[in-house]
């Protein structure tokens, strides 16, 4: 199926040319970057399979193409290949370390790669130094989404790097980490993107925002059935944000479980739902889309 794609796609194009440049010789195929995006076409589709191909073919006609080895990666991470990816995440930045377009979707892609095989250190490294480290700042917006798979951005980072930091027993270093992604998280809870959401947090203060001093669903309630299960009408228990449990105690590192838990929930509705936006890249550095 992949030949006869990659046949197709040339044909197309030679036909295309030949009828706009009639003094054209020679045979015309795709070049790397077209291989390349017809890759994040397939990707797109959920065709992980053929964008592999794709990908992989443009690396072999161009070794120094940054976007092939970004397709590469992201691909095999949905092929639940991650060692696989974070090699080819890897082997690109082991060529190019300066910053590039797509830096910020190696970074996060080997945080997620890490996180999946189970080495938390280079999750966490990956996460809290190269990716929060490298975030562009000066467009004013700090909002990362993978332009491919926009329901895919920073909070699920964030979400990488306090469950890396949890596994590691850094539980204060995961505590601060599980204070910014609901602050992340915050920016939307008032324009009604998710009403499911909404009802775990309560705006103590009535100021219309989500601050400090309001109060976030802990996880825990008051079972009244016997199916072990939150079920509609049952009391919920609410702790002040920022948190500050005492993860000295097995029950301070039970809510903190319990909150990776909530947060993994909440970010991965998918589309996008999860509310954050991303503005269009200006130039200035690589992952910010609408």
């Not at 190696?106 to 189970?118: D, M």
């Not at 130094?129 to 975030?135: C, D, E, H, R």
């Not at 599980?178 to 998280?185: K, P, T, V, W």
Request: hydrophobic letters at 35%.
């Amino acid at each position: 199926m992949m030949n006869t794609a990659r046949r197709y796609f040339a044909i197309l194009l030679s036909t295309i040319v030949a009828i706009f440049m009639f003094g054209c010789r020679g045979d015309v195929v795709p070049t790397d970057s077209d291989m390349s995006s017809y890759g994040w076409v397939m990707y797109e589709a959920g065709d992980y399979v053929d964008a592999l191909d794709w990908f992989t073919t443009a690396i072999k006609e161009d070794s120094s193409h940054s976007d092939a080895y970004n397709g590469v990666g992201w691909t095999m991470g949905h092929l639940r290949q991650a060692d696989s990816a974070a090699y080819y995440f890897n082997k690109y930045l082991d060529r190019d370390s300066t910053s590039f377009e797509n830096i910020l979707d190696f970074y996060a892609g080997l945080s997620f790669a890490y996180n999946a095989i189970g080495d938390d250190g280079n999750a966490r490294l990956y996460a809290q130094t190269y990716f929060f480290g490298n975030q562009n700042y000066e467009i004013g917006d700090p909002d990362w989404c993978f332009c491919h798979k926009t329901d895919i951005n920073q909070l699920d980072v964030r979400l990488v790097l306090a469950i890396s930091e949890y596994r590691l027993g850094l539980f204060d270093n995961s505590q601060s980490s599980i204070n910014a992604a609901y602050g992340d998280l915050s920016k939307q809870l008032n324009s009604g993107f998710n009403n499911s959401i909404a009802t775990d947090y309560e705006d103590v203060n009535s100021n219309g925002v989500f601050d400090s001093g309001d109060k976030i669903y802990n996880g825990e309630w008051q079972d009244s059935g016997t199916l072990g299960l939150l079920e509609e009408g049952e009391l919920k228990f609410f702790d002040e944000y920022p948190l500050s449990y005492d993860y000295n105690t097995v029950l301070g590192r039970t809510y903190l479980a319990n909150h990776l838990a909530l947060l993994q929930g909440h970010f991965s509705v998918g589309k996008g739902e999860n509310g954050l936006n991303c503005s269009e890249n200006d130039g200035q550095g690589g992952g910010y889309c609408q």
